[in-house]
T-cell receptor, first 116, second 111 residues
Framework: AQTVTQSQPEMSVQEAETVTLSCTYD???????LFWYKQPPSRQMILVIR??????QNATENRFSVNFQKAAKSFSLKISDSQLGDAAMYFC?????????????FGKGTKLTVNP | ETGVTQSPTHLIKTRGQQVTLRCSSQ?????VSWYQQALGQGPQFIFQ???????GRGNFPPRFSGLQFPNYSSELNVNALELDDSALYLC??????????FGQGTRLTVV
């Protein structure tokens, strides 16, 4: 079974600084997708960034980038130039696709605080 | 905001009662997945519906059931509510194999 582990329950960063959130996962599949989702107090899960496992190049979306280490099964999120609006819960997720059915497997999340 | 809407936003039920939660999927999406998010935890997969058929299920008992309608909207039904069913229930819609878009969730409290 696939598992996702986020070892940092809480992180804080100063506005305009850089922070890295950690995520490791376990799977026997060779082709899969990894995601980082942001959940602000409004509760809606918002996709931040996506990484296809077959792509060696790390995904980047504006201030957000990932460090994807497939052999180590590691998928960290780097937020540059942190803004107050980045404060939220961040969830790492793995998309499993087996037998025509797909599901997201989430970690327990990291609460990010941005200090002015 | 995504085009996925859930109703109601909050509700309170008594242990042993039944509840129905609703989800309108984003236009063009034919797949709906439901997740349960307990306080302080990540979402857990309940089940997925694809073209009106259940298309995968997580580790949830049969008293959790669902429906998907021809317009691809969906319902989650929970019978014989237990205190541990108190959680945020999230609906996500997608085209199969593509990115999932989430609604804002329904906060269920069982007393």
């Amino acid at each position: 079974a696939q598992t996702v582990t986020q070892s940092q329950p809480e992180m804080s960063v100063q506005e305009a600084e850089t922070v890295t959130l950690s995520c490791t996962y376990d799977t026997s599949e060779s082709d899969y997708y990894l995601f980082w989702y942001k959940q602000p107090p409004s509760r809606q899960m918002i996709l931040v960034i996506r990484q296809e496992a077959y792509k060696q190049q790390n995904a980047t979306e504006n201030r957000f980038s990932v460090n994807f280490q497939k052999a180590a099964k590691s998928f960290s999120l780097k937020i540059s130039d942190s803004q107050l609006g980045d404060a939220a819960m961040y969830f790492c997720a793995y998309r499993s696709f087996q037998g025509g059915s797909e599901k997201l497997v989430f970690g327990k999340g990291t609460k990010l605080t941005v200090n002015p | 905001e995504t085009g996925v809407t859930q109703s109601p936003t909050h509700l309170i039920k008594t242990r042993g009662q039944q509840v129905t939660l609703r989800c309108s999927s984003q236009s063009g999406h034919n797949t709906v997945s439901w997740y349960q998010q307990a306080l302080g935890q990540g979402p857990q997969f309940i089940f997925q519906y694809y073209r009106e058929e259940e298309n995968g299920r997580g580790n949830f008992p049969p008293r959790f059931s669902g429906l998907q309608f021809p317009n691809y909207s969906s319902e989650l039904n929970v019978n014989a509510l237990e205190l541990d069913d108190s959680a945020l229930y999230l609906c996500a819609s997608s085209l199969i194999g593509r990115e999932a878009f989430f609604g804002q969730g329904t906060r269920l409290t069982v007393v």
